[in-house]
């Protein structure tokens, strides 16, 4: 069964990092790209950045570059989303999705990963 | 930018429901490829994909859905509205960076 895996929810304090990560089976991990997409509460996606795991040929959403690091490991067939340091306004649902090329629509989500950033 | 339209439908089951996407730049790519997708988001779950480069519908998707449209202006299309089909909807253009989703639009169920 293809599906992408994400790790648990997170509740972290302004000024802490943190990686989330995004476990891909049932396919040839390193053939599709993975995107990361923010859902802050109430509110419609955000796309953060994509990645390629094949090569790690990685690319941002200029609201989001310089504050997360897009990664994989495509030995363990993960890729990663990671803050050096959070804040209060990172409060969100954070998702995988793969898409076969570059600019594919994305056909398989992971389940979300809650984050919750609070003194 | 992408803008959809209404913020919400309130449809009679078997009734039809229409959705309108509107771009801000052509989703249309050099490639000859128009890259709209559409996605529904059920309550407490992660988006699906339902359509993808403006018409074609995902794998397992009923033909109940349809896309069409062309340039900057798309349309999602339901013939007949089943409960299930609550959530909501988004449009996503993917022919440039950043790639953007449209506001979303809330279906319910009368």
């Known amino acids: 069964e293809v599906q992408l895996v994400q790790s648990g929810a997170e509740v972290k304090k302004p000024g802490e990092s943190l990686k989330i990560s995004c476990k891909g089976s049932?396919?040839?991990?390193?053939?599709?790209?993975i995107a990361w997409v923010r859902q802050m509460p109430g509110k419609g996606p955000e796309w953060m950045g994509i990645i390629y795991p094949g090569d790690s040929d990685t690319r941002y959403n200029p609201s989001f570059q310089g504050h997360v690091t897009i990664s994989a490991d495509k030995s363990l067939s993960t890729a990663y989303l990671q803050w050096g340091s959070l804040e209060a306004s990172d409060t969100a649902l954070y998702y995988c999705?793969?898409?076969?090329?570059?600019?594919?629509?994305?056909?398989?989500w992971g389940q979300g990963t809650v984050v919750t950033v609070s003194s | 930018v992408m803008t959809q339209t209404p913020l919400s439908l309130s449809v009679t089951p078997g009734q039809p429901a229409s959705i309108s996407c509107k771009s801000s730049q052509s989703l249309l790519h050099s490639n000859g490829r128009t890259y709209l997708s559409w996605y529904l988001q059920k309550p407490g779950q992660s988006p699906q994909l339902l359509i993808f480069?403006?018409?074609s519908r995902f794998s397992g998707v009923p033909d109940r859905f349809s896309g069409s449209g062309s340039g900057t202006d798309f349309t999602l299309k339901i013939s007949r509205v089943e409960a299930e089909d609550v959530g909501v909807y988004y449009c996503?253009?993917?022919?440039?960076?950043?790639?953007?989703f449209g506001g979303g639009t809330k279906v319910e169920i009368k």
């Open positions: 049932g396919y040839r991990f390193t053939t599709y790209w």
């Open positions: 480069d403006v018409s």
């Open positions: 996503m253009q993917s022919v440039d960076l950043p790639l953007t």
């Open positions: 999705a793969r898409s076969r090329r570059f600019r594919d629509a994305f056909d398989m």
